[in-house]
Nanobody, 111 residues
């Protein structure tokens, strides 16, 4: 059974940083494309970033230059380093592999 569990969310001031983690199990993590997405209150899901098995990365324009996706295949863990956070980054962040989506973690950016 595929399991994905995001963690690391919280309340942060504008301009601050957070690092999200996603613990994966139930599949061969190293061979799969992994994705971060988010859903803000009252809005639909938004793709943020993906990383493939060769660590090639891609980002949405809204986060490019501020967020960095990475993976540790020895720990079956996906990361999202978020810097220069803005109030509009407030959302539930979750990781996914294909159609499998994990439980998210809430990020609130507010002063």
């Amino acid at each position: 059974e595929v399991q994905l569990q995001a963690s690391g969310g919280g309340l942060v001031q504008p301009g601050g940083s957070l690092r999200l983690s996603c613990a994966a199990s139930g599949f061969t993590f190293s061979t799969h494309v992994m994705t971060w997405a988010r859903q803000a209150p009252g809005k639909g899901p938004e793709w943020i970033s993906s990383i493939d098995s060769g660590s090639f990365t891609s980002y949405a324009e809204s986060v490019k230059g501020r967020f960095t996706i990475s993976r540790d295949n020895t720990k079956n863990t996906l990361y999202l380093q978020m810097n220069s956070l803005k109030p509009e980054d407030t959302a539930v962040y979750y990781c996914s592999m294909g159609s499998a989506r994990g439980q998210g973690t809430l990020v609130t950016v507010s002063s």
